[in-house]
């Protein structure tokens, strides 16, 4: 598996329990592109917060499945779109794993540039009944919603209307994907930009590709391009043991 990189999607994480962001009942019903945003984050701080500790929440009991535990074990190196935790759950080698949307789990001052400065967000400390004032006090925003430049933070999350920079690892990301003979995409609906255009290098460039979902998106449908119509788990046991 040395010259394979999996790029996984939420659909590796339905298996345990995580809400997506499309299909019934998916997130995008939230209007995410709205949302998860850092105009909202600016604009209405209160709701923004209170919407990823809701996302915390329908996270932080969840378990990996077999395919993450698959993966791990593995060694193979991963890179992907979830900000659920779960990878680093199953134990994944920290060393083969890029978190290209960043983790739940995570804050950083507003201005960040280095991984380094990522500081563990301790959502628990958070009560539901006092869900504004505890997430401003957890964020260092004051009382008002006021935000300031030098001490607040925020999630460690890419957001919508922002780029992929190092601090989600995005060319080390690109190297991975240069340097691979196979890649994998497990679980994604190649609807971002990350996805596309790692589909597209991989044709341009004549590697392996093989795209596994039980609902392939239809962009997935090109020369080249493998597709197996199967849940991740099922892919996992058949590919990599």
Known sequence: MKNTVVITGAGISVESGIQPFRGKNGLWNENPTEMATYRNYRMNTSSFLQWY?????????????KAHEILAKSNVKVITQNIDNLHIKAKHSLDCLIEIHGNINYKRKIHAQYRNELIWANWDAVNENNLEEDLFELFHIQRDGTIEENKSERPHILLFDEYYTELYQYEEAHQWMDAA???????????????YGAL????????????????PAPSFYQPGV???????TEFCEQYFL
């Open 53 to 65: 500790f809701h996302r915390f929440v329908s996270c932080k009991d969840a378990l990996p499945n």
């Open 181 to 195: 003979d196979t890649i994998i995409f497990i679980g994604t609906s190649n609807s971002v930009g990350f996805t």
């Open 200 to 215: 597209q290098m991989g044709i341009n460039n004549g590697k392996k590709i093989i795209v596994v979902d039980p609902n």
């Open 226 to 232: 493998e597709i197996i119509q199967s849940t991740a």
